[in-house]
């Protein structure tokens, strides 16, 4: 007979059952943490990857929070001091304006979508970074990877390349593995593609090392490596292990150290996405994903304007408007743009109305980003804002949902399971929904 027992009496007597069943376990060997790390590799979700419309990403994030304002989703018919120092211009779609300051992008616009209905409840740098690189909010129980890292564990390498690229350097401690082996984190290329001496660390053997000693060396070096591994089996180990056979792949394969050649381009395409750091940087980006790297992940500008925000937007934005535009235009007459998501994001919004100092200040409740290539809709708008730019008027998006739809466009389900420390299954993202209005 059944227990009668406040709650659920279902669950009661299932948990009385598992209880006795543990005790009885405990008598043929299995402990409890045993027992329960089985059952919880019992419920986790696995799903096979399937390949998506995407085979790579170029992640363009604008550190500081770019105002949505003054970029897409200009409010021309508000007061002045919410409708800022800029106008608005037409696009290439009818009835949609940008900011005035974006032309280039303006133009394309019927090649990409905008989607003005993101929001999320953190208004400092750290939390908003580590929302935007993570799709998770900030926990102080664990370290979340970012989306490049997971990318990197569920898909792998490439043609001898990092399947995760940071240019020029890590951008934030978000930009990690997380609790994923450090094997999945960042390759960053540690000097701005920007300079005119521009060189990717580590990448050439040293001067006194031919290819002779280099095979020599790696020879030694997986030997000794072999007698350790033995004597100690860890994750370090593998995951150094990993480095090294990454590392040896690389320098000893013309085709992948050639993807960083930024040389190679001609003047003339420099030229057109801008010699300055957004434009180079993107230009590498391409030169990345045409080589096979997976996750591109860049920064371009400093968008904190809490003063002055007219001299913010006019030194950063049109370097931007022009190097994103290029990009996008580079990627579709190379055939590759639909192959490839570019997905420019920030922090969160900017403050509706303009500070005493001319400037606008943390403003998560709505913002702005753009998705182009990929599977993504051409020419399409999704959600707005209201009327003064200071709260989701329709279609809101969450940063899970944004997550969860760049995972699906590269062929990666986003309830998926991986498992962390403690051996503790936890979804790569959780809560998500795949935006499906905004996909072709």
């Known amino acids: ?96 304006q940008f900011g005035e300051k974006i032309p280039e992008l303006a133009k394309l616009a019927d090649r990409f979508t905008v989607i003005r209905s993101m929001s999320h409840g953190e208004a400092a740098h750290e939390r908003g970074t580590h929302n935007m690189f993570t799709g998770y909010r900030p926990s102080p129980a664990l370290e979340y990877p970012s989306i490049g890292s997971v990318i990197s564990h569920e898909l792998g390498s490439q043609n001898n390349l990092p399947p995760y690229v940071c240019v020029p350097n890590v951008p934030n401690e978000f930009a990690n593995s997380g609790y994923l082996s450090s094997a999945y984190g960042p390759f960053a290329l540690g000097s701005d593609p920007a300079q005119g001496n521009f060189k990717v660390r580590d990448l050439n053997l040293p001067g006194d090392v031919d290819e002779k000693r280099f095979n020599r060396r790696r020879s030694l070096l997986e030997t000794v490596d072999s007698h350790f591994r033995e004597l100690e089996k860890s994750d370090a180990l593998d995951s150094m292990d990993a480095f090294y056979q990454h590392a040896y792949k690389l320098i000893s394969s013309q085709k992948a150290r050639e993807a960083f050649n930024l040389g190679a381009e001609p003047d003339e395409l420099k030229d057109r996405y801008g010699r300055n750091q957004a434009g180079q940087r993107m230009l590498l980006a391409r030169r990345l994903i045409e080589g096979g790297v997976r996750f591109v992940s860049l920064t371009a500008g400093g968008w904190d304007h809490h003063d002055n925000i007219r001299n913010g937007i006019q030194q950063n934005l049109p370097s931007v408007d022009k190097a994103v535009a290029a990009l996008i235009t580079d990627l579709e007459e190379r055939g590759m743009l639909e192959e490839t998501l570019v997905c420019v994001t920030t922090e969160f919004g900017r403050t509706p109305k303009l500070n005493p100092t001319g400037g606008r200040d943390h403003w998560p409740r709505v913002f702005s980003v753009m998705l182009a290539g990929g599977g993504v809709k051409r020419g399409h708008v999704h959600g707005s804002s209201d009327a003064l730019g200071g709260e989701v008027d329709t279609d809101g998006v969450t940063v899970q949902d944004l997550a969860t739809t760049i995972y699906h466009q590269i062929g990666i389900t986003g309830d998926k399971e991986l498992m962390a420390p403690g051996n503790r299954p936890i979804e790569i993202v959780d809560g998500g929904t795949v935006l499906d209005s905004i996909l072709a």
């Open 1 to 96: 007979m059944k227990p009668t027992c406040p709650g659920n009496p279902l669950e009661r007597y299932s948990s009385r059952r598992e209880f006795l069943y543990v005790g009885l376990l405990g008598g043929l060997g299995m402990t409890l943490p045993g027992f329960l790390q089985q059952r919880a590799m019992g419920a986790q979700k696995f799903y096979e990857t399937k390949e998506g419309p995407a085979k790579g990403i170029i992640h363009i994030f604008l550190p500081g929070g770019m105002a949505h304002q003054e970029s897409f989703d200009p409010k021309p018919y508000a007061p002045s001091e919410y409708r800022g120092p800029f106008g608005a211009i037409d696009t290439a779609l009818p009835g949609v």
